[in-house]
């Protein structure tokens, strides 16, 4: 049995069948040279002897006699106590967030109002839609209006198809998981040359262009990237080991997808009673032009109100959901990765459940703060393209709205990237989220990090898996509105809005389950660079690894710490 001691210096296991002598004393004490044989029945006596020059020898600090044992056994001291989580050697488990405090509980209780306000709204909202939308007649294909029951049917049959395409995914990366990082990628490839060619044909030759050319650099990257694959590999299959011991992390992003599922479901029909319900509000007023032609203008301010708030409401509550699943399977991960193999177990009989309780309490503040932040940003800029939507023949309104929207899709880009390993801080230590964030900075900034996230290609695994399976799934509601042929898609209108809106709800949905994987991925780097030695005790391998293409991340953020 191998151990630290308590000043950090490794014994390794001693040798089988033969002594094994222990480790030197701590205290800078020298032995004595041995005393003559005739002495020796006196210093068995007393303790102490005399040497040569007639100088007496002090007996050594008292110890524990210990037995003399057969030659053909083995001797060797027991290890130090060590005490996890506390008091112990372990840098990131002395500050886990063993007795959290409410954070940010101002940003819990504006974001409850908020949800509070939508539900009342939301209700108020539904009430306006037709009231064939939630009656069966029979007809499938006879079919006027377009929230009817065929086409609850369908929105069934997408969400159904997302769910079963994104477990079977899960499943084979937990099974071969280095094999679908190479798989992934060339299917990515053949997948936009694929579409590229089907739209040349249909004679599509912008789009056909677009996607052949997308389709050969990503082919290219490959000599960029392979050298990237045996790290990420090994990333990747550490997190699916651990989601194997935990399978609950597998189990609350299931439950944290059908609650999302449902969330959108009830927010699209409130947004599109919306606009039946706000025509009440509208005003319209004559005017004459200068040929003497009458038009009417119509303005409705309460109408764009309640877009707007919908809008933010929506970005704001998925945010929440999604980052309580990452915070708490961040929480999972973390309680993994400082706790295993101590003696005195895990902090919980449940780590999954208590950290799921910490992001719904007293985490709960600054999740809401973070995803605020993200909210505003993706509120500013739908209605940056909501200008631009309305503003098609004004060149100079066009370009201003494009340089706004890709500013702030840059800040949106930023503010999420930290965020994410904001929430993993949050998870660990119970921070406030400005702390978290700010920890976040130097993290990343002072230990390299980014050169791991870089590095590691578990994003673009996932990334191309949503790609995967929202086109599955586009497919699968193309075949139904072309089958079913309702009457209210006679002329084709609806077709285009109803495969766009499949394949971003079946991305959405993919992300969702999938999400234990890409925040066990995060939290694995965090911690990292938090402990190094946890890693190092826990899977050796990967530390090796980080040791020796990223010196500079297992210094770990605690090293100046004297802990």
């Known amino acids: ?184 990628f060339w299917f990515a490839v053949v997948s936009m040359i694929g579409t590229g060619v089907y739209y040349l044909a249909a004679k599509i030759w912008f789009a056909g262009a677009i996607m052949l050319i997308f389709g050969v650099l990503y082919a290219l990257m490959w000599f960029s990237w392979r050298h990237r694959i045996p790290f990420s590999k090994l990333v990747l299959e550490v997190v699916c080991h651990i989601t194997r011991k935990f399978p609950s992390t597998i189990a609350i992003s299931v439950m944290f997808l059908f609650i999302q599922a449902a969330y959108s479901a009830f927010w699209s029909l409130a947004l599109a009673g919306s606009f039946k319900h706000m025509e009440q509000y509208q005003n319209c007023t004559n005017h004459t032009d200068r040929n003497g032609r009458q038009y009417q203008s119509c303005s409705n301010p309460k109408q764009i ?102 500013i702030l899709g840059c800040i949106e880009a930023i503010v999420e990237f930290f965020n994410k390993y904001a929430y993993v801080e949050i998870a660990m230590y119970g921070k406030p989220f400005t702390q978290a964030a700010k920890d976040t900075w130097t993290l990343i900034k002072d230990r390299g990090v980014d050169a791991l996230i870089n590095d590691c290609l578990i994003g673009n695994v996932l990334q191309m898996g949503a790609f995967l399976c929202a086109a599955v799934v586009a497919l699968v509601a193309w075949l139904y509105i072309t089958i079913t042929k309702p009457e209210y898609n006679s002329t084709g209108s609806y077709t285009a809005p109803i495969i766009i809106a499949s394949f971003v709800l079946a991305m959405s949905m993919f992300m969702v389950l999938l999400k234990c994987i890409d925040s066990g991925a995060a939290t694995t780097f965090v911690c990292l660079a938090e402990d190094p030695d946890a890693m190092a005790r826990n899977n050796p391998r990967l530390f090796s690894m980080v040791r020796e293409a990223y010196p500079q991340v297992v210094r770990g953020v605690h090293a100046m710490d004297g802990f």
């Open 1 to 184: 049995m191998s151990y630290y001691n308590n000043n950090g210096s490794y014994y390794p296991p001693p040798p089988q069948g033969g002594y094994a002598a222990p480790p030197p004393p701590q205290s800078g004490y020298a032995a004595p040279p041995p005393p003559p044989p005739h002495e020796q029945q006196q210093q068995q006596s007393y303790g102490g002897h005399y040497g040569d020059g007639g100088g007496y020898y002090p007996p050594p600090p008292q110890q524990q006699q210990q037995p003399p044992a057969p030659a053909t056994e083995s001797y060797y001291p027991p290890p130090p106590q060590q005490n996890f989580g506390g008091e112990g050697d372990f840098k990131g488990a002395k500050k886990y967030n063993r007795e959290p405090k409410f954070r940010d509980w101002w940003a819990a209780l504006l974001f409850l109002a908020q949800f509070a306000l939508f539900i009342v709204i939301g209700a108020l909202f539904v009430k306006s839609l037709p009231s064939s939308a939630f009656k069966h007649s029979g007809q499938m294909r006879y079919t006027k209006d377009f929230y009817s029951w065929p086409t609850m049917i369908m929105w069934l049959c997408v969400l159904l198809v997302s769910i079963v395409f994104s477990i079977l995914y899960l499943g084979l990366l937990q099974m071969f998981a280095g094999q679908m990082l190479v798989i992934s």
């Open 305 to 406: 109100l309640s877009w707007v708030f919908m809008v933010f409401s929506f970005y704001w509550t998925t945010g929440v959901i999604l980052n309580v699943l990452h915070t708490t399977i961040s929480g999972t991960f973390a309680t993994f990765y400082f706790f295993e193999g101590s003696p005195y177990g895990y902090p919980s009989k449940n780590p999954t459940l208590s950290s799921l309780k910490r992001a719904m309490t007293t985490s709960f503040g600054s999740i809401c703060f973070g995803s605020l932040v993200v909210a505003i940003i993706q509120t500013l800029r739908a209605i940056v393209r909501a200008i631009r939507s309305q503003n098609d023949n004004n060149l100079a309104a066009q370009l201003l709205a494009c340089c706004a929207d890709c």
